[in-house]
């Protein structure tokens, strides 16, 4: 078997930048031929551009600039680009991190060309069939090699009965965490937002489900309203999808601090700063974990129930009462973030992407 030299990386969205950008590095110190492919999933510079930059890694070798659109449009349109440019890069391996429709859709043009395919975050579960979990449980199902970021993510591919070979490597994300950490602390982002010593929540929200229909968008109001009558500020970075909609069905924000999407280091310095999360964000619940910051996910299930075991993460989907009472009890019990201390983390050591580039190596 011919040692893999040549490695094709597919990303599309934000999310999958942060996640790749440890690989990435480790793949260029171990002396790897990268070729890396945008899809133009997320096309605009706040949520593509600005990425590769504060993450300090290579430009794309191509991007096949595919936009928004419907979901079976944009994946449609992603296949149909890839495949001549698959098959003029002629990569040895393609890897796909994450479950976004670029992600579904290089793996199916991979595993179409018989070209070897990876998956990196491979076997988390919601036990939901949300546009999310369909993608990856079609990925992991076609993949030849699957990263699992967690042990319950490994026992997931066991039990599925997955063709590829897994591993359990721990979370790239935590990776690029650590790696970042520092340019974190240094960010004056709740200065430049005039935060001070405020209290504050963030909130974040972009999925189908809640965004695309007005009966949802308009309950999100309503509960950021009721945080508001408890004497906290509501710091919400406005995705452009979440911003379109609004405007669809004349919503407004009143009281609300809305701000435009922010980079990496000062979304999380944000977050850092938060008496507690509020998002329908899969990374951001773990980020979240990885700041000492509680979180509210704003939907029925969730992918990382290792969160949610731990005691830090509460999935309240979009019910108002239920959220205004934990945000309550939240800032009403000074003992809460006791509960990160000294807690184990199960997303890894850090040393994920070096575990992956190793694995890459020795097949």
């Known amino acids: 078997m011919n040692k893999i030299k040549k490695v094709c990386l597919i990303l599309g969205t934000r999310p999958q930048i942060i996640k790749s950008a440890p690989i990435l590095k480790e793949l260029h110190k171990n002396n790897f031929v990268v070729q890396l492919v945008h899809t133009g999933q997320h096309y605009d510079y706040e949520l593509s551009k600005a990425f590769f930059d504060q993450m300090d890694i290579m430009n794309p070798t191509l991007n096949l600039g595919v936009g928004s659109g419907t979901h079976i449009w944009q994946i449609s349109q992603i296949m149909s680009k890839l495949e001549s440019t698959l098959l003029k890069l002629d990569p040895d391996i393609v890897l796909v991190p994450g ?3 670029s992600a579904l859709a290089a793996a199916l043009v991979a595993a179409k060309l018989g070209i070897k395919l990876a998956h990196i975050e491979a076997g988390p579960r919601a036990n939901e069939l949300t546009p999310e979990e369909i993608n990856r449980r079609l990925i992991d199902h076609c993949s030849d090699i699957l990263f699992a970021p967690t042990k319950n993510s490994l026992t997931n591919l066991r039990n599925e009965s997955v063709y590829g070979y897994s591993y359990l490597t721990g979370d790239t994300m935590y990776d690029a965490f650590l790696e970042n ?45 009721g945080i508001i009558n408890l004497g906290i500020e509501v710091v919400f970075p406005i995705h452009p999808h979440t911003r379109l909609k609004s405007r669809q069905f004349n919503i407004s924000y009143n009281q609300i601090n809305i701000v435009d999407p922010l980079g990496y280091h000062d979304m999380l310095k944000l977050i850092e700063g938060a008496s507690i999360l509020l998002t329908d964000s899969g990374g951001l619940q773990k980020e979240a974990l990885w700041l000492g910051v509680p979180c509210i996910t704003l939907r029925n299930s969730t992918e990382w129930m290792e969160t949610v075991k731990l005691n830090v993460n509460f999935v309240l989907g979009l019910k108002e009462k239920a959220i205004l009472r934990k945000v309550n009890e939240i800032i009403n019990n000074s003992d809460f973030r006791k509960r990160f201390r000294n807690m184990r983390n199960p997303f890894g050591d850090g040393k994920a992407s070096r575990k992956i580039v190793s694995l890459l190596s020795r097949t």
């Open 99 to 101: 479950d976004t429709n």
């Open 181 to 225: 950490y520092d340019k974190i602390k240094r960010s004056k982002v709740r200065e430049k937002l005039g935060l001070g010593n405020k209290r504050f929540v963030v909130v974040t929200i972009h999925r189908i489900e809640n965004v695309d229909f007005s009966e949802n968008l308009h309950k999100l109001i309503q509960i950021l309203a």
